[in-house]
């Protein structure tokens, strides 16, 4: 670390630069002489770095949809201060691009401005914020035609039905009717048969007029927003992205004339494409202001750093909030080693990792195992190696199997599917368990959800919550039954 503050002394002509406020490769970009896109996470945090275990504890039992409320208004206080420290630390004409889902601001700064920030005694540390969402909103959206029934078909494959969705549906009449599960996907094929009744509908904007309607800041948000191109075409770039986006969507909640193959068949998916860092951030806040119960994310970030803490605050003031946030635990078994075969977001503690087994409660070689270690983490410094954080936290199935949408033909579906796996498909399973125990009890907050899902999933050896299964294979009928016997409704 002193080598980068020396040579960015020699760039300010100045003192040593403080290397306990500024990540290192961030102050090595600054020392080369560029402008770097950064966030400053500012002091003034509602839950400080370590002290979410705390006050998940004592909020464990509370009201969901209160907290979200409490949580977001404080949130959003500390924020407004923020905005005018930026604008004096950085001039009235920067590019501010505040957030409050974690305290701060992103902007793209040089080596003097860096400093005089780090200077600052309100603000705890400077992190690379990669690429910035461009500023101008361009684009439509389908308008599609939303189908007002969805007769389900009597062929149910074997995930939904070893998984315990059917039973939940047959049983207790379950559905996932008035969750919304937000999918943080590259694109999504809104416009396919098998998903346009699944759609959120953000019924207070008009597509396609050219405005604003609701006053959210995003014009024509009709189904949900692609933050990494600013535009309400939520189906993003053609290819392989919404191809993926579309089969994860389509486990949680879609349709086939066929099969039955969601999870939740009456849930709504809110398309949501997330883009970097500051995007995510913007993400999460969209989400929570516009009702979603349920974050998907199917995507494992490796090699994050020191800006692995931020991602982790980002994530604990989401679960406060009331978003149950899940992430399929990667596939790296075989190319990676433990500890970094499971990364960001599913390494976080609060977010629920999915591991994967098959058919025959078998791992599949390529499902990455845990344990996580998060003790080299500035602010963080827990789960040192070798116990680490035990992950996966629960089991889905990643396939292959059971029948996927295809995105390439209107309802129709990948059957056999002999190549579609990953454990970016575990993820969905859970996040359709999570909607259907949401329409059993909305109030349950978001780490109770986690509890439940651990305590009421079926152990797969070795015995107790292990690094390879996690608690086991999730059990979406005892889940949901518990989730009744918890019910304020």
């Known amino acids: 670390m002193m080598v980068v503050s020396l040579a960015l002394a020699a760039v300010l002509g100045g003192p040593l630069l403080d290397g306990s406020k500024m990540d290192e490769s961030l102050a090595a970009a600054l020392a080369a002489g560029r402008q770097v896109p950064v966030f400053v996470m500012m002091e003034n945090q509602f839950i400080p770095p370590k002290a979410f275990d705390a006050w998940a504890a004592k ?4 009201d969901r949809l209160a907290l979200r409320k409490q949580v977001v208004a404080e949130l959003k206080s500390r924020a407004r201060e923020t905005t005018t420290v930026a604008h004096k630390a950085l001039g009235d004409g920067a590019d501010v691009r505040p957030a409050w889902i974690v305290n701060g601001f992103s902007a ?19 992190y690379p914020a990669g690429a910035l969402p461009p500023t101008r909103q361009s684009g439509t959206t389908p308008d599609i035609k939303i189908p007002s029934d969805r007769k389900q078909p009597t062929d149910v494959p074997w995930n939904v039905v070893k998984i315990g969705a059917k039973r939940v549906h047959d049983e207790l009449k379950i559905t996932g009717k008035g969750s919304v599960v937000a999918m943080f996907e590259a694109g999504v094929h809104i416009d396919n048969d098998g998903l346009r009744g699944s759609v959120w509908v953000n019924k207070g904007e008009v597509p396609n007029n050219g405005k604003d309607d609701d006053h959210n800041g995003y014009v024509d948000d009709r189904y949900g927003w692609d933050f990494a191109r600013m535009s309400p075409d939520v189906r993003g770039p053609a290819g392989r ?9 389509g486990i949680v909640a879609g349709w086939s004339p066929t099969k039955a193959i969601a999870i939740a068949p009456d849930a709504k998916i809110m398309p949501v494409s997330a883009g970097g860092l500051y995007g995510t951030m913007l993400a999460f806040q969209y989400a929570i202001e516009n009702g979603a119960d349920v974050v998907n994310m199917s ?35 075989q190319s990676q080693q433990v500890p970094v075969q499971i990364r960001i977001p599913e390494g976080i503690p609060c977010v629920i990792c999915a591991g994967g087994v098959d058919e025959n409660d078998e791992v599949p070689r390529f499902c990455s195992l845990g344990p996580v270690e998060w003790a080299s983490v500035k602010f963080y410094s827990d789960y040192p190696m070798p116990k680490g954080l035990v992950k996966p936290d629960v089991c889905g199935f990643p396939g292959a199997g059971y029948p996927v949408i295809d995105p390439t033909k209107d309802a129709g579906l990948i059957d056999p599917n002999d190549r579609v796996r990953g454990n970016s498909f575990s ?42 299964t996690g608690a086991g294979l999730t059990d979406a009928y005892k889940a949901v039954k518990k989730a009744l016997s918890l019910s304020r409704q």
């Open 299 to 333: 995507y494992s970030i490796p090699d994050l750093g020191d800006t692995r803490g931020l991602w982790r605050l980002m994530a604990e003031h989401a679960t406060a909030a009331g978003l149950v946030l899940i992430s399929g635990a990667g596939n790296f078994q």
């Open 427 to 468: 993820g969905p399973h859970i996040s359709g368990i999570v909607a259907m125990m949401f329409q059993a009890d909305p109030h349950l907050t978001s780490m109770k959800v986690k509890q439940i899902l651990e305590q009421t999933a079926r152990d797969i050896a070795p015995p107790g919550k292990d690094d390879r």
């Open 59 to 62: 909020s464990i039992d509370g």
């Open 108 to 126: 793209v700064v040089d080596a003097g401005q860096a400093q005089s920030l780090a200077e600052r005694d309100d603000v705890m540390y400077l």
């Open 241 to 249: 992205g919404s191809n993926h986006g579309t089969m994860t969507s």
